[in-house]
């Protein structure tokens, strides 16, 4: 999968709020998000260097948020 940088850095830079609110209630933190989120800049967006609990926090938090 490609990821679109420019949109993910956008997403952990400016659209705060809407990782706040997918986060709400899940017992996960909008920093852990963040944080998944700012490894993957950091690493050109390759998803294969993320550990299995990163993964799981891509898939539900950031990839749906991507999309949107």
Known sequence: ME???DALSNLINKRIDE???SVDGTGYLPK???GVGTFLLDNQGDIDLL???Q???FDRFLKP???S
Do not use: S
């Open 3 to 5: 990821l679109d940088l």
């Open 19 to 21: 990782i706040e609110q």
């Open 51 to 53: 550990t299995a609990k």
């Open 32 to 34: 852990t998000v963040i």
């Open 65 to 67: 948020l991507l999309k």
């Open 55 to 57: 993964r799981v926090t």
